[in-house]
């Protein structure tokens, strides 16, 4: 049996602190992982610079000048993490045999390469890399992941408990993957949906090497939020729901406060009025925000946006270089 090619591929967004120890660590690895015969000579390490404002593009096109193992993908703007993952990972298709996506910082042990590589030569399309312990993050990082975790499971979102964007893919799940053509990419959210043959290896995750994280809190919660829209219309059903159990409620009230008003006692209850007035404001407003929030969503499908523009792909493999 033939050794396939693998492309690993590593978005990069404002890196140029972690690149060059990344590139060379990766670098080590492939170059080892070739010599004995696990993968083939024509593998590749693919950085894509998610139109970084530093330096990253100038490292990567370095890397791919000093060394045929290195790729570059280059973005024409930023388009977060999931869309820039996702453009490594059509550009390299053409070429590779299986990918393993990773983090720039190299927080994902790429020990476990070896690991999910064995995985797929017994059968495994996918394989997913999933920490083992999140002792690297701080508490209130860990309870929030959980919860969220929880809460995607909640609202019938089949996710990977512990699963960040380490990954085995092969040509099939690619291809199987090229078929989804959201704009509101949520990858954790739509491999699983692929089905096709799966397996699990196990990592410690460990601090990132250099920089800061790329999700603050913010851009944390808004990718948490976008992760449960763009999975599940649960949320929008809950409203009508608790729509439901409100006017039920209200009736109740309604029959009991005309029950009172013949027996002559006529409620004076300004207060309940008006904490039932904001109360009621408040959840309308929210329900709107909800369907709002899934009307933009339409809006953003519909308009069938490219969700990225590759500029240039540097690539040994590549015919004709663009
Ligand atoms: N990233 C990206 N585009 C962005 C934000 C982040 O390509 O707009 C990349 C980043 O360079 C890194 C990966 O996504 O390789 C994960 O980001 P980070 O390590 O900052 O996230 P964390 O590990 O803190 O969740
Ligand atoms: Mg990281």
């Not at 809190?217 to 599940?232: N, P, Q």
């Not at 925000?289 to 540097?314: D, H, N, S, T």
Request: aromatic fraction near 10%; charge should be neutral.
């Amino acid at each position: 049996m033939s050794v396939p090619v693998l492309y690993l591929v590593v978005p990069c967004y404002n890196e140029q602190e972690v690149l060059r120890d990344t590139a060379e660590k990766l670098e080590q690895k492939l170059t080892r992982l070739i010599d004995v015969g696990g993968v083939d000579a024509k593998s590749r390490i693919a950085f894509v610079n998610d139109g970084s404002r530093d330096n990253t593009w100038e490292l990567i096109r370095q890397c791919t000048e000093r060394s045929p193992l290195f790729s570059g993908i280059n973005l024409a703007h930023n388009e977060g993490h999931q869309n820039a993952l996702l453009a490594g990972l059509m550009t390299v298709l053409p070429h590779a045999d299986v990918t393993i996506s990773m983090d720039a910082d190299l927080q994902d042990d790429i020990h476990a390469i070896d690991l999910m590589l064995e995985k797929h030569a017994a059968g495994a399309n996918i394989v997913y890399g999933v920490r083992e312990n999140r002792a690297s993050d701080t508490f209130l990082k860990r309870f929030t992941a959980e919860s969220f975790y929880r809460a995607m499971r909640a609202l019938g979102a089949d996710i990977v408990f512990n699963h960040a964007d380490f990954r085995l893919m092969d040509r099939r799940a690619l291809t199987a993957l090229a078929e989804y053509p959201e704009v509101n990419l949520f990858l954790r959210g739509i491999v699983p949906m692929i089905g096709l043959s799966h397996e699990i290896v196990y990592y410690t995750r460990k601090q990132r090497l250099a920089g800061d994280s790329k999700y603050p809190w913010r851009r944390m919660a808004s990718f948490a939020w976008e992760g449960v829209t763009s999975l599940s219309a649960r949320p929008i059903r809950m409203i009508s729901q608790m729509g439901m159990f409100i006017s039920f409620i209200s009736g109740l009230m309604l029959i009991w406060s005309i029950a009172r008003h013949f027996v002559g006692e006529t409620i004076v209850g300004w207060t309940s009025l008006v904490v039932s007035l904001w109360f009621l404001g408040g959840l309308i407003l929210l329900s709107i925000g909800v369907i709002g929030e899934y009307v933009a969503k339409i809006y953003l499908e519909v308009k069938r946006r490219p969700r990225y523009l590759v500029q240039e792909f540097i690539d040994g493999n590549a015919r004709g270089k663009k």
